[in-house]
Structure formats: structure tokens, C-alpha cells
């Protein structure tokens, strides 16, 4: 299922280079970062670390333990990261060898002095003489503080032959977890809840998933909501465990993702919704993107308004659902608790746009050039209908000197929980119509779990009307 990160990591160590080599791998916590590197150590021979939050001397300690195990030579004592970097490389020098350094935020948030030290170490002086073929790799689960290793003026910056980025899993993927016959209608609801995480759908859920859609109503109470579920404080924890969104602002920044995952989808709308002026809400959202909380989502055909969500299903769940209640968990009939208050909330403010985001997922990545011959730019828009701005769940646009003047190829709408009907298609019809002369050959797109069969009838005889259901959604192009 990670075939294409496993690629990039094969080719990296396999280089011929005849020097030590420096990979760089981050994403967020539990979607298997750490399972791929531990196999290719154990594959290859090679030397794997795990950095824990304790002061440098403890980490160091720490280090020389496990290095002089590895070595077979007993504890070495290592006085410095510079040292600790040199015996590191000095793994490598009978040939090819992955030496793993993982969480090496920790390393860096306690003595960010590391990062020269590891850039001396892989300097030309330091390497004279030497005959280290090392490929070490550094990974991490604090994004934003990853991505700022190679950036701007950072002392790696340049330094680095690998820089993979790793994602949780899609839908489709995250589908082929549960079990056989759990069905579609399964799928699409434990994705609304778990998104593509892995670590979410095996051992912090106790490997357990439902078997058919009626048994997800048991699964969310005992997995998700039960405060013993380990889930029920992971959000919040993820965000603890991010120094880049930790400290004095983590008030503003859980405030920022609840307006979100309650509808506040634009600036102005965060804005209002937490207190805060657009200028003081802007660098935080920065923040929660460039740390991978938050996604930005640019208007196709409009400049300077963007839409953000949150970038994963749990953290819509999470902030939508359990955050707001979370008071009331405790001595309540959780099943209860959870057919009559919650599922409603779950159906309007989760399952809808984390069903948007598949719709907008399989227009860019899974839709065919028959179906769509251009897609150069895929996102929400808006559209000036009876005097109101309405939101366009997906536009799909081609290339254009400024944003105005794309051609827009196909707008969308996709509905959860709902049978789509004639009344979906008049209103992309409308939408398309008020969208003027670039959407007139616009195609029109609807995305829905449950289709009636007149619309099916009415699609099946034009040719600009398509209909996404939950088989082509999981399955076709």
C-alpha cells in the first residue's frame, strides 16, 4: 500500500554514490513511517534509533547505549552531536548501510545546534580519508519542524538526496482495512471517522473495525467515543506533541481548528468565529499548515479566496464532535448518547465535507482523461446565485494567464446521507448557467452514495452530466 514511498526509499539507499548520503523522511504520527524504515534496517543489516524528549546528555547516553550494542563494543561515550554524527557515518564504511534516526525533532528541539553539527559532519573536511557509504536518514512527526531542515537558509539546506513527505493513506486504500463484506456504505462512514491513518484503524481501535454498516454504531461508542477509547484524546494530543504549534498559542490554535470543522471555512469566517482579526488569525494558520493540521484549498478561478479544512477525517471528528461534548462523556449511555445527540452533528458537520474532500480526491487523482481531458486546477469555488454566495463543492479548471481566465471544465457537487435527484442537477445547472461563458461546456458532476433512477435515466442520456456513486467513487475512473 505504500509502494510508491518504499520506491523512493529503495533508491535512495541502493545509490551508487560512493559517499555517505543524507534522506530525509516526515509525516504525521502512526501512518507507518517508522514500520517501513525498522524493515529496511532489519532488511539491510543496518542501525536504527529512536529519539525520545529528554535533554541532550540524556539523549546522547542514550544513543552511545544502543550504538555500542549494535557494535558489539559495550557503551560509547559520546560528548557531543558532532561526535555522536561521525560514529554514526562511520557505520557505513564497509559498504551500503541505512542508519536510522527517528523523531529527530526531539534531537533538535532540545539543542538545535545539531543540525550544524550534522552539516560539519558531512562536509568535505570531515569526510576526507573516510570510506563511509552511510545513508542516514532522519525522520520525524513534527512537519513543519522537518520541512524547515532544508529550507531558507537552514544548515542542511542542499545537503539532503532524499526528501520524502509521507501522507496517510486515501480512501481506497484505507477501504481495503475492513474486513471483506463490510461494504461501501461501511467504508465511506469509518473513513468519515478515522481517515486514512493507519495506526487509527489497527492498534488504537484494538484492531477492530465494523463488519457491516450496522455495526458501526457500536464500533464508534466503544472505539471512539468511550473515554478508555485511545482515540478520544488523540487530537488532542498530536497537537501537544507539536512544538511548532505547542506553548502559549495552543488555546488559538485548537479555537482556529473547532471554527473550521464547524463550518468556518474561510478567513473571515475563522475570524469572527474566534474574536480575532484576519491579520492575527493569518500566521497561525500558516502555522497549522505548514505542521499539517489545516489544509488551504485555492479558488480555481478566483484570486485571494481560499477555503481551509482540516487536513484529516479524525480531526473533523474530533473537533466537531467529541471536543465540543467532551464534558458529557462520562457516565452516559454512550450508544444513546450517540443515535440520538451526536449522529445528527456527525452526518451535517463531518461526514459532508470530509465527503466533499473525496469528490475533490477523485476528480484530481482517480478520474480518467475521458472523463476529464483537463484538470489542470481542482478545488471548492463559490458562485453568485439569487444574491447569495454558494459554495461549489468541485471546479475543475484548465490553464489560464490569471485565475479569471481559466476555462472551467466541470463543477460538482456531492452529497452524503442524501439520495441525489433532479433537484442536485438543476442546481449545478443553475451554477454553471451564473458561472457565464468559461462554464458553458462545463461538465456537471455528482457525487452521492445513493442515486434515484430517474436521475440515473436523465444522466444516461446527456453527455455532460456524470454521476459519481459509491462503486465508481471506490472503484471506477
Wanted: net charge neutral.
Amino acid at each position: 500500500m505504500r509502494e510508491h514511498d518504499q520506491a523512493a526509499v529503495d533508491s535512495f539507499l541502493d545509490s551508487p554514490a560512493d559517499r555517505p548520503l543524507l534522506g530525509i523522511v516526515y509525516g504525521r504520527r502512526r501512518i507507518g513511517k517508522s514500520t517501513m524504515l525498522v524493515k529496511q534496517v532489519a532488511d539491510r543489516g543496518g542501525f536504527y534509533f529512536e529519539a525520545i524528549r529528554v535533554e541532550t546528555p540524556v539523549q546522547l547516553e542514550r544513543l552511545g547505549a544502543a550504538l555500542g550494542a549494535h557494535l558489539g563494543v559495550g557503551r560509547l561515550a559520546l560528548g557531543s552531536w558532532e561526535e555522536a554524527f561521525g560514529a554514526l557515518l562511520r557505520l557505513g564504511e564497509k559498504g551500503q548501510v541505512p542508519v536510522v534516526l527517528d523523531e529527530f525533532g526531539h534531537v533538535i528541539e532540545a539543542d538545535a545546534s545539531a543540525e550544524s553539527a550534522l552539516t560539519t559532519a558531512l562536509g568535505p573536511a570531515a569526510l576526507r580519508g573516510s570510506t563511509s557509504k552511510a545513508r542516514l536518514i532522519l525522520c520525524g512527526s513534527a512537519i513543519a519542524l522537518m520541512r524547515a531542515l532544508t529550507g531558507g537558509e537552514a544548515p542542511l539546506r542542499g545537503r539532503a538526496g532524499l526528501e520524502l513527505i509521507m501522507q496517510p493513506d486515501d480512501f481506497r486504500v484505507a477501504a481495503t482495512r475492513l474486513p471483506a463484506k463490510a461494504g461501501l456504505d461501511t467504508a465511506v462512514r469509518v473513513y468519515s471517522v478515522i481517515g486514512g491513518v493507519v495506526g487509527y484503524a489497527t492498534d488504537m481501535v484494538n484492531f477492530d473495525l465494523p463488519r457491516a454498516r450496522s455495526d458501526v454504531d457500536r464500533w464508534v461508542t466503544e472505539r471512539v467515543l468511550s473515554p478508555a477509547a485511545t482515540l478520544h484524546r488523540e487530537a488532542t494530543t498530536l497537537l501537544a506533541e507539536d512544538p511548532t504549534v505547542g506553548g502559549r498559542s495552543a488555546l488559538l490554535h485548537h479555537s482556529i481548528l473547532g471554527a473550521i470543522a464547524n463550518g468556518s471555512v474561510t478567513a473571515g469566517g475563522i475570524s469572527g468565529r474566534v474574536g480575532r482579526p484576519v491579520s492575527n488569525i493569518d500566521p497561525v494558520l500558516r502555522r497549522l499548515i505548514e505542521a499539517g493540521f489545516v489544509v488551504r484549498h485555492d479558488d480555481p478561478i478566483r484570486k485571494k479566496r481560499p477555503l481551509y479544512v482540516l487536513a484529516d477525517p479524525f480531526l473533523q471528528f474530533h473537533y466537531a464532535v467529541l471536543e465540543p461534548n467532551g464534558s458529557v462523556f462520562r457516565g452516559q449511555d454512550l450508544s444513546t448518547m450517540w443515535t440520538q445527540r451526536l449522529e445528527p452533528v456527525f452526518g451535517s458537520l463531518v461526514r459532508g465535507p470530509v465527503f466533499e474532500e473525496l469528490a475533490r480526491t477523485w476528480t484530481a487523482q482517480f478520474a480518467s482523461a475521458t472523463t476529464l481531458p483537463v484538470r489542470d486546477h481542482v478545488g471548492p469555488s463559490f458562485v453568485r446565485v439569487d444574491d447569495k454566495d454558494r459554495q461549489i463543492d468541485v471546479l475543475v479548471a484548465g490553464p489560464g494567464a490569471t485565475p479569471a481566465d481559466r476555462t472551467i471544465s466541470a463543477i460538482g457537487e456531492a452529497r452524503a446521507g442524501e439520495e441525489l435527484n433532479e433537484r442536485h442537477l438543476h442546481t449545478l445547472e443553475r451554477f454553471r448557467a451564473a458561472l457565464g461563458e468559461h462554464a458553458s461546456h462545463a461538465k456537471l458532476l455528482l457525487f452521492g452514495e445513493r442515486v434515484h433512477k430517474k436521475l440515473r435515466e436523465v444522466a444516461g442520456r446527456r453527455v455532460d452530466v456524470e454521476i459519481i456513486d459509491l462503486e465508481r467513487l471506490y472503484a471506477g475512473e
